[in-house]
């Protein structure tokens, strides 16, 4: 895991240390998009972020596929100009991510590898 760390001075020569693990800011800041409303994709949609130099999204790439054809899936590539500009906007700041829309709002946020299962059950709930 690939760690942040963020150095903050107060005071005069008295350097406090945080760090921050990346990973946990990239979930954090996927939790913050629950609940926003997301029109611009449809009412029902399922969301997915990914990059193809992504181990991870490799990982999930069957599992995707196999989501598609139950239920819409719009996939976004992040290193296109276009999809960077959409992550930007939603504030998605790692891959792989699902985002679940359900009746034009955020219902879930997934940050790396899930189950099929998992996914589907989460759409149905």
């Not at 990346?22 to 409303?37: F, M, P, Q, S």
């Not at 930007?88 to 955020?106: A, E, Y």
């Not at 879930?108 to 989460?122: A, P, Q």
């Amino acid at each position: 895991m690939i760690d942040l760390i963020l150095i903050l001075l107060a005071g005069v020569g008295v350097g406090i240390f945080i760090v921050i693990s990346l990973h946990t800011l990239v979930r954090w800041k996927a939790r913050r998009l629950v609940g926003k409303e997301i029109t611009d994709f449809g009412k029902n949609i399922i969301l997915y972020f990914y990059s193809p130099g992504c181990k991870a999204c490799m990982k999930m790439e069957p599992v995707m596929k196999s989501v598609a054809k139950k239920t819409r899936v719009r996939k976004i590539d992040i290193s296109d100009k276009e999809g960077l500009r959409t992550a930007r906007k939603l504030g998605v700041w790692g891959t792989p991510t699902t985002v679940i829309v359900k009746d034009g709002k955020v219902k879930s946020v997934f940050v790396g590898y899930r189950s099929e299962e998992k996914i589907l059950r989460e759409v149905g709930k």
